[in-house]
């Protein structure tokens, strides 16, 4: 649904509509709890038989085009793959000119052509990555080639349209979103970027952990000079495959190779100018199998410790002048045993020049924050400073994923340019960074944390201000307090004595009516600016405030709530509040709309007598549930509750009112600590004497 939406520049939801209303909507070749898949051209027929424009076409929906073609026997990231497989494979074949001629060849033919044509592309290319390492070169002999030979035409025929380095990322971002993408540890696109900025790129460069080759792409396109000779190596065979075809359909010269970098037993000559990696979190690696011991020059690194490995690694493959650059976890930066021991035998031989703490969330199989490590050869240290920046909280994130951007990536850039220019420290734009001496990060247990090491450096003037300030704020607070009205001082007496009470009840629908609130599905929600009220927006002072959106022309037939109706959380915890403004829709069956009837009672009165008496009338075992029409509450007459009514209002106040002190206190506690204990302020001996009766 989500990239039918994009296709056709429209919401989620409206093409969720689209599927409700009209009984001549395609329907999917396959459907699930979760997802349903349509033939992009059966929705194209619909768009168009419908008159709905469709955006304008960009490589990834073509690509979403020609990937529906395998959808019902192949998924999602089979069917990318196999498209990136014939991109990369024609690259390797042909030089450009050939290779366009080669994917118009593909587009006109039929099944069989289609046939000959791959079987003569994956026969030429044999000699660079072997056929049995192709899927679609087992697909091409299977039962089900004649299904496969549409997608690959459809591929062939973006390629055309847009050129084959497009098409191919476009196809790689799609095998991202197949359900079993977890199985590639890709790199973001953002830390590439990054790195390649920060650094020198020249000479050789090389990845010795490539995955899908994103920080190579990402080495190429920064170089300044053609000199560059690109080099790469993975454990696993599907990932320099992959990276392999990836370089040629973007017409890069790469040496990509199969190997298991850690136990050096290919490559064990090889020396970079440059040496970046972003190996898997938490990797083992086989000591068994090591080749090439005397890397392990600081520490040797234990088989479930493959950050202690990569590290070493890395800086034994440099050469004289060169950098490596490491994405960890943020565990080898302040963890114990052989962790620290490395940490502190590098600082002692100048190996680390700087550490970038970055946001979790830039991953897609994990929301741990992680950390780059920039490193160099021993005793090259031109500084006895190590670089520290924090950045953990440079991009905010958006459904667990965040985005490292390129005005992130600029404020990361400024405030190491900033560092190496000779500041001491820098703290804006969301990044703070420091300089610090080698000599006290051993002295002070080696941590690599950046924020540990960060000085805020805090305005006298401004802490005397912000303390003087929430005292005056306090007091004012207490003057409100005081002079709060309640309903007669909160003089009360007894009613009836114990023993002779007489308890009357009524109906909830005899003193309000029942709205209903319409049933609004989680891809509904989020769209349109109207007010949408969760369970969780009604307040405990019974406030109401909307915390969502929804689009009302996805809503057909909705009444909005209007001021001084009471919205009723009718499951979990059981309770009520009043809608002060109106206009809002509540999100059902969870919330329901009581709109109070003239002259039986107050709407805040109703809202506390639902809140209290409801709770004990909910059923279920695990999750309690009030059917709202059967609600049965007190029966007090309107004077009693105008007067509740105004009580309540008077108290809810006073809530505020503490809850604002409250606060308050805090944050002059926070300033009373920060300012004595940085020595920035200190108390008026002499006022405080005067103060004295």
């Known amino acids: 649904m989500t990239d039918m939406a994009r296709l056709a520049g429209v919401s989620r939801p409206a093409v969720t509509n689209w599927r409700k209303r009209h009984d001549d ?49 192949l998924q999602v990231e089979e069917a990318a793959l196999i498209g990136m497989e014939v991109l990369g494979s024609t690259s390797i074949a042909y030089d450009p000119q050939p290779a366009a001629e080669f994917l118009r060849r593909i587009t006109a033919g039929s099944s069989d052509d289609v046939y000959d044509v791959l079987k003569d592309l994956t026969s030429r290319i044999s000699r660079e990555v072997s056929s049995d390492r192709l899927r679609v070169s087992g697909l091409i002999d299977a039962p089900e080639w004649a299904k496969l030979a549409p997608l690959v035409q459809n591929v062939a025929s973006v390629a055309l349209e847009f050129g084959i380095p497009e098409t191919f990322e476009a196809l790689l971002s799609s095998m991202a979103r197949g359900p079993r993408s977890g199985s590639e540890h890709s790199s973001p696109d953002g830390i590439a970027q990054l790195l390649t900025r920060l650094l020198p790129v020249h000479g050789t460069v090389a990845d010795f952990a490539c995955g899908q080759g994103t920080f190579l792409l990402a080495a190429a396109r920064a170089a300044k000079s053609d000199h560059l000779q690109l080099i790469a190596q993975d454990l696993q065979v599907s990932a320099s495959t992959l990276t392999r075809l990836r370089m040629a359909a973007h017409g890069i010269a790469a040496q990509v190779s199969y190997g298991d970098s850690l136990t050096a037993a290919t490559l064990p000559d090889l020396r ?75 600082l002692e031989a100048g190996c680390i020049e700087a550490v970038i ?155 309000a009516d029942l709205v209903r609130s319409p049933v609004i599905k989680s891809d509904v929600a989020g769209t349109g600016t109207t007010p949408l009220i969760r ?16 689009d009302l022309d996805l809503l057909p037939d909705v009444m909005l709530t209007q001021p001084g109706d009471v919205v009723v959380a009718t499951e979990g915890r059981i309770r009520a509040g009043v809608d002060t403004a109106g206009g809002a829709v509540g999100r059902g069956p969870m919330v329901q709309i009581l709109r109070p009837r003239p002259g039986t009672m107050a709407p805040l009165t109703l809202a506390a007598l639902i809140s209290h008496f409801g709770q004990q009338q909910g059923m279920g075992t695990t999750i309690k549930r009030v059917d709202i029409g059967n609600l049965q509450i007190p029966a007090i007459d309107s004077g009693a509750a105008d007067d509740l009514q105004e009580t309540l209002n008077g108290l809810f106040q006073q809530r505020r009112i503490l809850t604002t002190a409250i606060e308050t206190i805090g944050d002059l506690a926070e300033a009373f600590v920060i300012g004595l204990g940085d020595e920035l302020v200190q108390f008026d001996v002499a006022a405080d004497h005067q103060e004295q009766p």
């Open 25 to 73: 909507f395609p329907a999917p070749v396959e459907e699930n709890d979760t997802v349903a898949l349509f033939r992009a051209a059966d929705v194209f027929a619909w768009m168009d038989k419908h008159g709905k424009k469709r955006a304008k076409r960009s490589p990834e929906q073509g690509v979403w085009t020609a990937v529906s073609a395998g959808r019902g026997f």
């Open 272 to 346: 970079a100018d440059l040496v970046l990696l972003d190996p898997p979190f938490a990797s083992r690696w086989r000591p068994e199998n090591d080749t090439d011991p005397a890397r392990w020059r600081f520490v040797q690194p234990p088989k479930n410790a493959g950050d202690v490995a990569w590290i070493q690694h890395a800086i034994s493959r440099l050469n004289p002048g060169g950098r490596a650059a490491i994405v960890t976890s943020n565990g080898p930066l302040f963890r114990s045993g052989v962790d620290a021991e490395l940490r502190r035998r590098l």
């Open 357 to 511: 703490a970055l946001p979790g969330g830039l991953y897609a199989l994990t929301s741990i924050p992680v950390a780059i490590w920039i490193l160099r050869r021993p005793d090259e240290a031109s500084s006895s400073d190590v670089l520290l920046v924090d950045a953990s909280k440079i991009a905010e994130g958006s459904r667990g994923r965040t985005l490292l951007e390129d005005q992130h990536i600029e404020r990361i850039e400024l405030a190491i340019a900033r560092l190496r220019s000779g500041d001491r420290t820098v703290d804006e734009f969301g990044v703070a960074a420091a300089r610090v001496p080698i000599s006290r990060l051993l002295t002070e247990g080696s941590t690599l944390v950046p924020a540990r090491w960060m000085e805020r450096h805090n305005d006298p003037a401004a802490i005397v201000d912000r303390i003087r300030g929430g005292q005056r704020r306090l007091e004012d607070l207490k003057a409100s307090l005081l002079t709060t009205p309640t309903r007669r001082a909160f003089a009360v007496e007894v009613a009836q004595p114990m023993g002779q009470q007489t308890k009357r009840t009524v109906k909830i629908t005899d003193v």
């Open 535 to 550: 369970p969780g927006d009604i307040a405990t002072d019974l406030s109401v405030s909307p915390s969502d959106s929804v």
